[in-house]
């Protein structure tokens, strides 16, 4: 049972407390999402999950975000993700100048991707990278 499913089911969705000694999202008041998107923000900026969980971004802003890994700041072994479902970070960054490809629109927009691989993951919004909207999941072994 991932983190989301197991605080759905005790009742504790909302509670700080709990996502916090899970090692989880912070408590953002965007219900399932582990990170929301500010104006050029992720919140939170840092999130630590076990290996074989799905962290879900969600856009609670009234602008268009990204989720784009950062190609050469994922581990070797590890897949490659962007929102749009792109397979690297050149395919992203273009689609996205060409069409506005991959964004998440306002209003709660979300992408999803689970990590298999322990490791640290760096990841940005291209169209406010410039702004430091810049986030990271660190990825524990399972036990």
């Known amino acids: 049972m991932d983190r989301r499913h197991f605080l759905q089911s005790t009742g504790l969705v909302g509670a700080g407390l709990a996502a916090g000694c899970l090692g989880g999202s912070a408590n953002t008041g965007a219900g399932d999402a582990d990170v929301t998107m500010s104006v050029v923000a992720f919140r939170p900026d840092a999130i630590t999950v076990t290996a074989g969980e799905t962290v ?82 660190e990825v524990e072994p399972a036990d």
């Open 56 to 137: 879900v971004w969600r856009n609670t802003s009234k602008q268009s975000h990204t989720v784009t890994a950062y190609e050469d700041r994922i581990p070797d072994a590890a897949d490659y993700f962007a929102s749009g479902g792109y397979d690297s970070q050149a395919a992203a960054e273009s689609a996205w100048r060409e069409s506005a490809g991959g964004r998440l629109t306002p209003g709660g927009d979300e992408f999803e991707h689970t990590f298999e691989v322990p490791g640290s993951y760096t990841y940005f919004c291209i169209p406010h990278e410039a702004r430091g909207m810049i986030g990271s999941v």
